[in-house]
Structure formats: structure tokens, C-alpha cells
């Protein structure tokens, strides 16, 4: 449990409204792992995190917007490398986000949030910026490889970083199987010759498919 | 209309049964374009497909159950290309993957389809099937590129066609961007330099990442 951290009386910036606050989203986090997203409710979140359903309602107004927030929190806990070098950096972060995702509940909550964007326009746009924030941090991760001349200087940053967490949504909502330490390592190797080969240039997607990747270095 | 083929007293195997289910995915089709999946309801299905709306929950149980057997009749529309040569290959079937994806109507059924298999279990073993299957059918492509000569004998034909198609899924249901020509380039040229790379063959997911991609022919 998030909320651990602090005794119950304890005063800090945000409070009572922050303490309330990591209380509910380790209770949907929770509802999760029981129930999946087909069972979560308002009730059940409530009644977890020990709060009126009515405050519940009133500052997250529905499940959807309870997933969303939620992701907005976790999706910070992975790390992104610095290693001083392109290969390494997507290796160690490929593994992280299948650590990540390897946790069932996790896996629950990305679904979740895919499932309350279908349904609801605001989580829809909650989860564009998340991800959206996410790709231009880990863009920097390419920027820096392009410095070093790892790879073309009109590498599109977060055309690669897409990439990277393309197989790990592929593997979780569409094939519906575990991610495992394998994906990751496919998933680096193949970003890092991909993006060697101009696939993520700026120019209209890579143009026509090449039967040698152009060098470098 | 899929329906428009057959006139309305034509006798043929399946008959009224395989009229009715033609009239019943057309309406859920149409509705999906209308409201998407949060609008799609069984009785505005029925309405549109002209049967009583009990003799749509007697076949389909649900609207999750309407959106599975939908994408598995559609999934077979996009058709696999045997050009002789494997980056050609790729490149066309991922433009037809682009030009599908392209009407707004499939993107919707995609997330419809995610968001049913995430609520319903018997909705997920469809979906497993259905992009088992296909994923099976594409699988002859990287064989056939293995007895060329132009992939190394350990690719495992389903990774490699799980990476052309997780692009998609991630700019339909992550991104909320829509799919274009430029996606689908990019795609058939980071798989093809990936493939050559080692990055889905059986060992372990392409171990490490290379600097140089081995070669071939």
C-alpha cells in the first residue's frame, strides 16, 4: 500500500486530499488484481479505500477516470536509462517495461484503460497525454543516441520509442499472452537495427523496405 | 452492405441462417461507424438488422459476442500477398493492413473487440483464436522467406508477423492517432531490418542487442 509511507495524522503538502487520493488508487490498483476492470465499481473502490462513495463520485466521477489516473501515476515507475548508448539504453528499458507488465495487475490496468478510452472521450484524452508525456521524455533517450551519431540525424525520437512499446500493448491486448523477458529482448534488438536502417526517419516512414540497411559509425 | 450479393429469396447453404448473419454484422458494422462501442446496444442492432431482438440474444448473447464475430469475418478481407520476395511482402501487407485499418469503422471494431475481450473471458478466447489463425496464415510468408534463403532458418514466423502488426495496434489503441501509409512503410522496413538482424528468432528473443545486424546473402 502506497499510503504506508505516512502515519495517518501526519501533515504534508496536499494532506488529507493527497493521502485520500493514494488511498483510492491503491484501492482500484487492488480491485484490479481481484477483479480485473469488469469488476471494478465506485462501491468497491469506496468501500477499500475507506472513503464515501459520494467523495468518490464527486472527484473521479467514474471508474474510466479512476483507471486513468492510475496509469498516470504508475507509468512514471519505470525508469528511463542514460548508459551512453543506444543498444544498451533500449535493452535495460525494454526489460523494465516487462517487468512492469509482467505483474498481472498491471497488464489488468493498461487493458483498463484501453477499455474506459473506448468508452469514454476524457479518458480517451487522459491517456493520449500520458503517453504522450511519456514518449517526449523517452525521446531524449534517441536525441542523445543522434548526438553521438548512433544513428540518423533525422531519427523522429518518438518513432522509435513507439516502436519500443508497440510489442508489449501487441502482446498484452491482442495476442493475450504474458510479456516476458524474451519480448523485451526482441523488442530492443529489433528497434535498435530498425532504427540503423532509417525506419524512423522523418521522411515518409522509412521509404520502401531496403535490402541492406544503410550503415554508420 | 455485405448483403447486397444475394438477392432476398435466393436459396444457398446456410440459407435464411447465413442471411440473417449477414444483415445482423452489417448492422453491428454500421453502428459502430454511427456510435461507436459505447453506443452499440442489442436492440439498436436489431432494429437495423430487422430480426427481434430475442433471437439476437439467442444467437449472440451479447454485444461483446456481436464485435468477435464481426472482426473474425473482416480479418480474412485483408489478403496476403506472395510476391517472391519478403520485403515486397511486407510492404504490401502492411499497406493493406493500413488501408484497412484506415476506415474509422475498423479502428472502432479493433478497440470494440479489446474492450469486450477485457469484460468478457469467452470474448477473449475469441479473439486469441481469431488473430491465431491469421497469424498462422502470415506465418507461410516468413517460411516462405526462410526457404529463399533471405531470413535465418530459426525465425519464428509468428513473432516476426506479430511485430508487422503491433504498430497498429499500439497507433489505434495506445496513441489514438489514425493508421496511415507512412505507419505501414515504417513497419515493413524496421521488421524486415529486425528479421535480418536475429531479432525473432526462437533463441531468446534475438539475445543481446547487436551493433552490426549479421548479414546474408
Known amino acids: 500500500m502506497t499510503t504506508a509511507h505516512?502515519?495517518?495524522?501526519?501533515t504534508r503538502p496536499g494532506g488529507r486530499t493527497a493521502r485520500t487520493r493514494k488511498a483510492v488508487l491503491a484501492a482500484v490498483f487492488q480491485e484490479l488484481e481481484d477483479g480485473g476492470f469488469a469488476g471494478l465499481t465506485m462501491e468497491k473502490v469506496a468501500q477499500r479505500a475507506g472513503i464515501h462513495v459520494a467523495t468518490l463520485y464527486r472527484r473521479w466521477r467514474s471508474v474510466?477516470?479512476?483507471v486513468c489516473e492510475l496509469l498516470a501515476e504508475r507509468?512514471?515507475?519505470?525508469?528511463?536509462?542514460?548508459?551512453?548508448?543506444?543498444?544498451?539504453?533500449?535493452?535495460?528499458?525494454?526489460?523494465?517495461i516487462?517487468?512492469?507488465y509482467g505483474e498481472a495487475r498491471m497488464s489488468c490496468l493498461i487493458?483498463?484503460?484501453?477499455?474506459?478510452?473506448?468508452?469514454?472521450?476524457?479518458?480517451?484524452a487522459v491517456m493520449r497525454?500520458?503517453?504522450g508525456e511519456r514518449l517526449a521524455l523517452a525521446g531524449r533517450m534517441v536525441r542523445r543516441a543522434v548526438e553521438r551519431g548512433e544513428l540518423p540525424a533525422d531519427t523522429d525520437p518518438e518513432a522509435v520509442m513507439s516502436a519500443l512499446g508497440a510489442p508489449f500493448s501487441y502482446r498484452i491486448l491482442i495476442a493475450r499472452r504474458p510479456v516476458d523477458r524474451d519480448l523485451a529482448d526482441s523488442a530492443a534488438t529489433a528497434v535498435w537495427?530498425?532504427?540503423?536502417?532509417?525506419?524512423?526517419?522523418?521522411?515518409?516512414g522509412g521509404g520502401p523496405a531496403n535490402d541492406t540497411p544503410p550503415g554508420g559509425s
Open 6 to 10: 505516512h502515519a495517518p495524522g501526519e
Open 64 to 66: 474510466e477516470g479512476l
Open 75 to 96: 507509468s512514471s515507475d519505470v525508469p528511463l536509462p542514460d548508459t551512453g548508448s543506444l543498444p544498451e539504453d533500449l535493452r535495460v528499458l525494454a526489460r523494465s
Open 98 to 100: 516487462a517487468d512492469f
Open 111 to 124: 487493458e483498463a484503460v484501453v477499455s474506459a478510452a473506448a468508452r469514454d472521450p476524457q479518458a480517451a
Open 129 to 131: 497525454s500520458v503517453f
Open 193 to 204: 537495427a530498425a532504427a540503423r536502417a532509417g525506419a524512423y526517419t522523418r521522411r515518409s
